[in-house]
């Protein structure tokens, strides 16, 4: 009997070990794709010698005779614009931001616009200059921001469209901000060297290493025989309010149903607009938007094994962390010792729901986003987003319900 007993509990365990271990993980090294293919001949002129390619050995998820939903028909879709890439610059915020507005003009106007992220590039550039200043050169220095800036930018510099200001060289598909970049980390370094804070001068010199690499913003649009400027333009014919759209995050660190700063060097501004909710909460926002009909903008990590640029999806793999196991601590460990980073913002423009389970349709600038079978897109398990994305921004109406628990 015992015997029996004993071989009982042996085929248990082994059931129970073989049920955790869905996944197993490699070492994988991915082919030259979009951006080697595409995006260098482009900016360089000439195609690279792809023979010499020497790809960085990653450890992966094994997704070999897996089965995902990465199929677009099978989503509920929100209207956005079709997916552009960033090309050769760290403007994912920008590029996720537009289209998240663009989505919103939509619901707002049914009018199908397109935006420049170039516009609230060149300005994010500038104003980060001034606060460079501002700090006696204590503000970092990169081409990353947040997503939210968007509405920093808009409440001082409104909006243009993107026929009107695309930001790229002449006879150029994609962005490259190498040099301009460059230019801009260097002359605002030696004026750190030099102490020389005239803020006029300094901000004149900045305007003209913009206006060199990205040209010069409009400040007269003329729409449908009609005269804006970028302010009016934004409020009267796009009807858009900055306003209107709140930022959120989910930590432990801060209490929740408090404002706080996100503490990200992307977030050079310190901006401390982000309310800071139960991981409940932050879920719920945006299954709560997608599925009313509003997109999302949403700001992670994404260098994950369980994140693919070939199966284009997003998912945590169980030799990471079982599912049942995802949860506000998990989440923490993994914000507290810096295996979360805040490196790229996206757009929610769809789900999919299968059985308890929900699936995101994400819009991506990434060039990576483009080595896959469609191209722009990628599909998130809602424990990816649970685990690894730290922000989102949504419109007022669909946050209103978890606002109303923090602005009394």
């Known amino acids: 009997m015992k015997k029996v007993f004993f071989n009982l509990i042996l085929v248990l365990v082994t059931v129970a070990i073989i049920a955790q271990n869905q996944y197993v993980g490699i070492y994988k090294i ?19 010698v792809l023979k010499n390619y020497k790809a960085p050995l990653q450890f992966k998820v094994d997704f070999s005779e897996k089965k995902y939903p990465n199929d677009i028909s099978l989503y509920n879709t929100i209207y956005h614009n079709l997916p552009l890439s960033q090309g050769n610059s760290g403007t994912c915020w920008a590029y996720s931001a537009v289209s998240f507005m663009e989505s919103e003009i939509y619901r707002l106007t049914t009018k199908k616009v397109k935006l420049s992220e170039m516009y609230l590039v060149y300005w994010d550039y500038y104003d980060r200059a001034e606060n460079f200043v501002d700090t006696k050169g204590e503000t970092p220095l990169g081409q990353g921001s947040e997503a939210n800036a968007i509405q920093r930018i808009m409440n001082k510099y409104g909006l243009v469209p993107y026929e009107l200001y695309t ?39 900045i305007k003209n290493i913009l206006n060199k690499y990205l040209g010069e913003p409009p400040t007269v649009l003329k729409i449908n025989n009609i005269v804006y400027n970028p302010q009016t333009y934004m409020r009267e014919f796009l009807k858009l309010n900055p306003g ?23 977030n050079w501004w310190k901006c401390k607009e982000y309310y800071n909710v139960s991981l409940e909460d932050f879920i719920f926002l ?65 789900y999919y729901k299968t059985g308890d389970a929900y699936w995101y349709l994400i819009k991506d600038s990434g060039s990576g986003a483009f080595d896959g079978k469609h191209k722009g897109y990628r599909f998130f398990h809602e424990d990816y987003i649970k685990l690894k994305m730290m922000t989102i921004m949504i419109h007022y109406d669909v946050a209103k319900g978890v606002l109303d628990k923090i602005i009394k």
């Open 286 to 350: 945006i299954r709560s938007a997608v599925t009313s009909g509003y997109t999302v903008s949403l700001c992670g990590d994404v260098s994950e094994p369980g994140y693919c640029q070939i199966e284009e999806v997003a998912i945590v793999p169980d030799f990471d962390i079982p599912a049942a196991y995802i949860n506000a601590d998990s989440r923490e460990l993994r914000l507290y010792n810096g295996s979360t980073t805040n490196d790229h913002c996206i757009h929610i423009v769809g």
């Open 30 to 48: 991915y082919p030259p794709g979009f951006y080697h293919k595409v995006i260098l001949p482009d900016i360089s002129g000439e195609m690279p």
């Open 167 to 205: 930001g790229l060289q002449e006879g150029k598909k994609f962005n490259d901000h190498d040099k301009l970049f460059e230019e801009y980390e260097t002359y605002l370094k030696s004026v750190k060297t030099a102490d020389n804070w005239n803020k006029e001068e300094v901000l004149t010199n």
């Open 244 to 266: 209107r759209y709140y930022s959120f995050m989910s930590t432990k660190r801060y209490n929740y149903n408090e404002k706080h700063e996100l503490e990200e060097p992307d």
